[in-house]
T-cell receptor, first 112, second 112 residues
Framework: NAGVMQNPRHLVRRRGQEARLRCSPMKGHSHVYWYRQLPEEGLKFMVYLQKENIIDESGMPKERFSAEFPKEGPSILRIQQVVRGDSAAYFC??????????FGSGTRLTVV | QKEVEQNSGPLSVPEGAIASLNCTYSDRGSQSFFWYRQYSGKSPELIMFIYSNGDKEDGRFTAQLNKASQYVSLLIRDSQPSDSATYLCAVNRGSTLGRLYFGRGTQLTVWP
């Protein structure tokens, strides 16, 4: 039974481009959390989604960031017009219920 | 005041010793407490959680919680070089179960 799958593992974008990060939850899991880990900082909550619903997005920056978890397919974290400050590791976790499950291996975004 | 504070370390102990990691939190309403281990370049993995005052033991790991002092600790007995990692303390305040507030982590090195 595969764990939480994130892709790509590494993503390089130029300033101003868009970044799309994917998270495929474990089979049967309908809850997804996204966290960001900036260099030298702790993990910070971004958004909590259930299938087709955003439950809590209070940790998302107000602009340029969006997330979705469609009925079919992976959860997507989208960052428009990336800036160097967006360079970080982005982790998602899935669970069958409301608690936080295991993290995926993460996507390391580098903005050049 | 940060939500969760940890000594950044680094903490260095010899193999076989007890490593003691400490964490304080600011919100008295915090309900559950977690310790994660993160190897360099990897995702965090849950090693312990605790909800009630007192001690909780799991193998070589003991988590200790004192809600009156708003203090959580993790003891690692018989430390091994493979325990060398960054240890993240996290708390949940109960509103969104999977929304955890993380400290910046304590880097532990166990030398042979």
């Amino acid at each position: 039974n595969a764990g939480v799958m994130q892709n790509p593992r590494h993503l390089v974008r130029r300033r101003g481009q868009e970044a799309r990060l994917r998270c495929s939850p474990m089979k049967g899991h309908s809850h997804v959390y996204w966290y960001r880990q900036l260099p030298e900082e702790g993990l910070k909550f971004m958004v909590y989604l259930q299938k087709e619903n955003i439950i809590d997005e209070s940790g998302m920056p107000k602009e340029r960031f969006s997330a979705e978890f469609p009925k079919e397919g992976p959860s997507i974290l989208r960052i428009q017009q990336v800036v160097r400050g967006d360079s970080a590791a982005y982790f998602c976790a899935s669970s069958p219920g409301r608690g936080l499950g295991a993290f995926g291996s993460g996507t390391r975004l580098t903005v050049v | 005041q940060k939500e969760v504070e940890q000594n950044s370390g680094p903490l260095s102990v010899p193999e076989g010793a007890i490593a003691s990691l400490n964490c304080t939190y600011s919100d008295r309403g915090s309900q559950s407490f977690f310790w994660y281990r993160q190897y360099s370049g990897k995702s965090p993995e849950l090693i312990m959680f605790i909800y009630s005052n007192g001690d909780k033991e799991d193998g070589r790991f003991t988590a200790q919680l004192n809600k009156a002092s708003q203090y959580v600790s993790l003891l690692i007995r018989d430390s091994q070089p493979s325990d060398s990692a960054t240890y993240l303390c996290a708390v949940n305040r109960g509103s969104t179960l999977g929304r955890l507030y993380f400290g910046r982590g304590t880097q532990l090195t166990v030398w042979p």
